[in-house]
């Protein structure tokens, strides 16, 4: 028997449960399932898309404040196998058999060291534990973290990591002239390119009251000198300074 969940926030299942106190994510989804007839002699499996306390997120999921949304994984005791969604990393919850499939293919840099799949689920008897295996899924172009000088990254461009989405770190100490264009020569599609070396270090150190104290302009120049090998351009000052007035006329 497969059973289908949505994603139900407390608000929408208060109007079918009067006589019931719903407060939370977990009093709303426990309500609906008792709703549902179980027949406990038949294998019941459970489709739904949940927000399961303890599940391993990334970047590209939105998750509410405080975790809010989460539920807790008891609920689903009931059940011979729960099929869960939107969770992008594959993964068991608590109990092999409360599984994330995750997604096919990676949509953040955060996803990059995981390995995308199909879960592929065996029921047998009432009350055996189920067969899960996995089929690997490859993505035509993989999503790459990459860290290191500039002649190290570029060294490391073989066939497969130049058609990669990459996310490259550099370290070197030295001012690099346009990094990112010398990179885009070797490598076709980058995400984003950071510097963390100690200079940078030591910008990013740098307390709120000193930032509060120093002029926009001078900070963005240094910004830009450090990111570029170079000063800005009379029309990239222009530029600056027409964003810069236009933000400082808005919170007038």
Do not use: W
Not at 95 to 124: C, F, H, N, Q, W
Not at 127 to 156: C, F, Q, W
Not at 190 to 218: C, F, G, Y
Not at 239 to 251: A, C, G, K, M, R
């Amino acid at each position: 028997n497969f059973h289908l969940l949505p994603f139900i926030k407390p608000a929408n299942v208060r109007s079918f449960f009067e006589d019931k106190e719903i407060n939370s994510y977990t009093d709303a989804v426990s309500a609906a399932l008792e709703g549902i007839s179980l027949d406990a002699n038949e294998r019941n499996v459970l489709v739904t898309h949940q927000f399961v306390t303890g599940a391993k997120c990334c970047d590209s999921e939105e998750l509410q404040v405080g975790g809010v949304d989460q539920i807790s994984a008891e609920l689903f005791d009931c059940f011979d196998y729960v099929a869960l969604g939107h969770i992008h990393s594959s993964q068991k919850i608590g109990k092999d058999y409360i599984r994330y499939s995750g997604t096919p293919i990676k949509y953040s840099v955060s996803e990059a060291e995981d390995e995308k799949s199909i879960t592929v689920v065996e029921l047998s008897k009432k009350g055996s534990a189920p067969k899960i295996s996995y089929i690997p899924l490859k993505m035509k172009h993989d999503v790459k973290k990459l860290r290191g000088t500039m002649n190290e990254i570029l060294d490391m461009a073989t066939d497969e990591l130049k058609d990669a989405y990459v996310s490259i770190t550099l370290t070197d100490e030295e001012v690099l002239f346009r990094p990112k264009d010398r990179l885009s020569e070797v490598y076709n599609h980058i995400i984003e390119v950071q510097i963390d070396n100690t200079r940078m270090n030591a910008l990013l150190r740098h307390d709120s009251a000193e930032s509060e104290d120093t002029d926009p302009v001078v900070l963005f120049h240094e910004f830009f000198q450090e990111m570029n090998g170079q000063p800005m351009s009379d029309k990239e000052q222009e530029l600056l300074l027409y964003v810069i007035n236009s933000i400082t006329q808005t919170e007038r």
